[in-house]
């Protein structure tokens, strides 16, 4: 029943290759901020280039990343406070040939929002208003420095809820959302922002607004332009404005945090629990043992108290969502019990949220492992997509590996760890050292890399390429599509000033 | 709040224009059919060039669209059977400059499917197999010629659904589906094909396989090439083979058909029904009077009586499905009670479906109002995108404008009817005329879509562009975007073979 593979990619051969070497950039000078400040607020300019310098440590935040892994050496940050002065600012990028870094919250965690050299910082924190809200669609139209968290706010009294969620929302930005095509804890229940994302207005590299910032459900005139944006990590074009579908925001929800007795019992529960919750199990999230002993030790994990997670290989929080608050528990309480009476319980035991408080706290066990993980060391991040039922073989492979290179050791690495959004297949693999090490990282790549195409899965599930993996990018992606990026670049950004060295090998 | 549009687009002025002069074309020769016949099977090749050639009668459902409104003269249908068939017969018409029309279930209603003049018509009826279906995560890998039903009835035994249903399910083809970015029934429920489709196989214009087909829930691995073919209608390559994320089965299905007195009454009926239904809404459809009343003519319409219908101004059809039957109907109960108790009831009455059979007489009504208009006459059919509170306005007001043209009579335009997906905020605008002439397409054009531009709407909200609307695509696109379009097509498709005059104007 299958084509097969080989034969099919044959045919890829006759390709030509499109142009790949990068052209050389200039550094912003001083003739440049005269310029930007003819039509700039001062308050808008960060330089240490200025007549009145700022000093560097207010260009720090901005030239290194949430990890502290990445690190640039940008001069200037510009922070336009509308698409027009966006526009202006990159129509003279184009015109002197210097890179542009578009930058929102710098909460990626694959170094692409941070210069890799002295390119230009463009932040969109200024740009941060709602510019409509329609509460029968739940269409929201938003500037793209709008911070994820503050949206929620925004939506809290009108009823509704963004299609996302994630650990970083009080920083994160819907525009960097939407470059990163972020994934997070509700993508089981509200699908993916390739879906969600209505319209889209997008500074192009040569200054060009493209405005496509559609307020319909439905728009099938010609090719949908804005998808490529959605995920290009800021190479394309500079996100401005978002056109977003909320959802109603549930009546009633629920969490509950499972430990288990073995990972090979994952599987199982959540075919149960998409069965038996159906269309309002609204998130299923995965964290193994030493996950959760991290969050535990750096704060979190009030929630569950030691006889609760004795014993316990791994835990899965799930969450239901819905509109009616006795259905809602009744299938829950369902689940439960069938879970506890069968057998051989596939659970050892559960802790449910019965207040706010709870809900809050069984989240921010999960929530918090990110966190914990870059308090306890330094950590090397692989985000992948492979089978479920490999999860737990991928992290004890990569431990073991590890171990058998004498890194597993105190002053090497500390902990091997596996979590992430089980429901989507997505796994994230967090090694976590003592320092950033090339010794480590010649351990850990292409190994990681090599074990997930192996599985045929995705080298970066949610997070995307950034810095990190582009010379990845291949274990992912076959040549033909690697090729057709280029050229996709090519035609918007010929001369290769939208965040040089990112994304593309 | 707003960024002023007019200022933003100012900046759009510098675009240079791309190549847009089509080249000329070869028609398929004798020599041609000889190349084909080395590597295809004599049934894959219907021709009357053939040494044995076909009779036109047999190239007829190839050349006629399904309203037998657009007329091609294509002399040869190529059926392939593999991906690798494909490849290779694009890679004959790429040297020989010969134009390529992809044709899947021929459903189309804009024209796209068939060709202009006598493009060779590549039809994908042939490559029928599922590819490969895993129950856990309900992905499903299709070829693109599987027929959107078939594929309904494959999934059954395993609990899973398609995330898209339409009236014309039983001949359009997943191929087609995707190439139409078809939105459908449950769009409301399971969002966009740009959502749920994971991955596409593609033979590009050139003859190379481009292999995106993805059988991950998610992967940040560069730009998203695939979004490009989803809604391309086949101008940017053919579609070969889907991979698409399937939902599990609900367990309880509803539906009911509400007869409202007024047409004013559907919004605030709209926001009701999403509040007490949420979750479990998974449908809701608007037909008007005129709609009603064809479908009942032309044989629909056994599940209501008439003193149900009488008085009523237009009718919804509300579907739920969930995964409890006991709270399901104890929410749909809920919402009717609460209509019909109020002091001024939003509905006249309503009818409730009770058993399997009723559940399909009540969406047999909606269903088949398009195949009702196709026997009533020759329909003009505007798919648009409008604020749902504008839908009765446009049709009413295109009405009145075809009657002061002196139309609205027995030989020229019998009916003007709305009906469509209001929960996506898409109408249906059919006007019903004894004949297609010249008079009534000039009262109607650019009428429709200069109403349509006056909401800020879409003038095609779900069937695409085709060869019906290009002209027209610039009522809901802007310069740049139109511009940007024809880039991607020039890169692709420099030769312009594939689908020649279809989408770009
Ligand atoms: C604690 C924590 C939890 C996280 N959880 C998740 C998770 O669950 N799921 C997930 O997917 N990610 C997660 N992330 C990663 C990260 O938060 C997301 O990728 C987020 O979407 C990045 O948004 P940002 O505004 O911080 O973007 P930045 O980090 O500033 O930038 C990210 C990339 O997008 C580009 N960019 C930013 N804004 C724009 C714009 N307006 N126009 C064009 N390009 C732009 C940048 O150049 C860069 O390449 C997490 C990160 C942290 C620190
Ligand atoms: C009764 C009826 C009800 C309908 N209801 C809806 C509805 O609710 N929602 C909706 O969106 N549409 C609807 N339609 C329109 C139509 O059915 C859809 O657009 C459908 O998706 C077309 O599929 P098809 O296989 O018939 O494609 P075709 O009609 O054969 O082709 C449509 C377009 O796609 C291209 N194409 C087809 N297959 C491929 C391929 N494999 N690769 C590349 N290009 C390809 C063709 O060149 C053409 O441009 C309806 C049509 C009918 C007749």
């Known amino acids: ?151 929620s706010e925004y939506l809290a009294p009108h009823n509704h809820i963004m299609p996302l969620d994630l650990g970083a929302k009080g920083s994160c930005q819907i525009g960097g959302n939407v470059s990163t095509n972020a994934g997070g804890l509700r993508l089981l229940r509200y699908g993916s922002l ?111 108290n030691e006889d609760e997670t004795e014993g316990a290989e791994c835990f899965v929080l799930l969450e239901t969502s819905g509109g009616n608050k006795d259905h809602d528990d009744e299938k829950l309480n369902g689940l439960l019990e069938n879970l506890m009476e069968s057998d051989e319980p596939l659970i050892n035991t559960g802790v449910i949220s019965q207040t706010p408080a709870q809900f809050s706290s069984l989240w921010a066990i999960r929530e918090g492992i990110t966190e914990a993980v870059s308090k306890e060391g330094k950590a090397y991040k692989y985000d992948i997509s492979i089978p479920l039922a490999e999860f737990k073989h991928v992290v004890d492979t990569t431990r073991e590996h590890l171990r058998s290179k004498g890194l597993m050791r105190d002053d090497a690495v500390k902990h091997v760890i596996g979590y992430g959004h089980v429901g989507d297949g997505n796994l994230h693999l967090n090694i976590v050292a003592t320092n950033y090490t090339p010794e480590i990282e010649a351990a850990l790549e292409p190994f990681v890399y090599e074990l997930v195409a192996k599985y045929k899965g995705s080298v970066s599930a949610e997070h995307g390429v950034g810095v990190m993996k582009t010379h990845a990018l291949h274990y992912s992606k076959s040549d033909t599509s690697i090729e057709w990026m280029k050229r996709i670049k090519q035609i918007f950004d010929p001369k290769g000033i939208m965040n040089p060295g990112k994304v593309l090998p």
Not at 85 to 97: H, Q, T
Not at 201 to 218: A, H
Request: aromatic letters at 6%; a neutral charge.
């Open 1 to 151: 029943m299958f084509v097969p593979r080989r034969l099919v990619r044959a045919a890829t051969l006759s390709l030509r290759r499109a142009h790949t070497s990068a052209p050389a950039l200039n550094s912003v000078n001083a003739e440049d901020i005269a310029h930007f400040s003819k039509f700039l607020t001062p308050t808008s300019i960060i330089s240490t280039l200025s007549p009145q310098p700022s000093p560097s440590s207010e260009l720090a935040p901005f030239n290194n990343d949430w990890m502290n892994k990445y690190h640039g050496q940008s001069t200037t940050v510009i922070r336009p406070r509308s698409t027009q002065e966006v526009s202006e600012v990159v129509k003279r990028c184009n015109e002197r040939g210097i890179g542009i870094v578009p930058q929102g919250g710098n909460t990626g965690l694959v170094g692409g929002g941070v210069p890799i050299k002295d390119e230009l910082v463009l932040s969109l924190g200024n740009m941060n208003k709602v510019r409509s809200f329609d509460p029968v669609s739940g269409i929201l139209v938003a500037d793209a420095g709008c911070v994820l968290e503050s949206l």
């Open 194 to 304: 390739h879906g969600s994302v209505l319209g889209l207005e997008v500074v192009l590299p040569d200054g060009t607004v493209l405005d496509q910032l559609s307020t319909l459900r439905k728009d099938n005139t010609g090719y949908d332009l804005k998808q490529l944006f959605i995920g290009a990590e800021g190479t394309l074009g500079i996100v401005t404005g978002v056109s977003i579908l909320t959802a109603p925001a549930p009546q009633s929800v629920n969490n509950v945090v499972l430990a288990l007795p073995k990972f090979d019992n994952v599987l199982p529960l959540f075919t149960k629990a998409k069965r038996q919750l159906s269309e309002i199990l609204s998130a299923f999230e995965f964290f193994d043992r030493t996950a959760y002993d991290l969050a535990v030790k750096h704060g979190q994990g009030r929630a569950l």
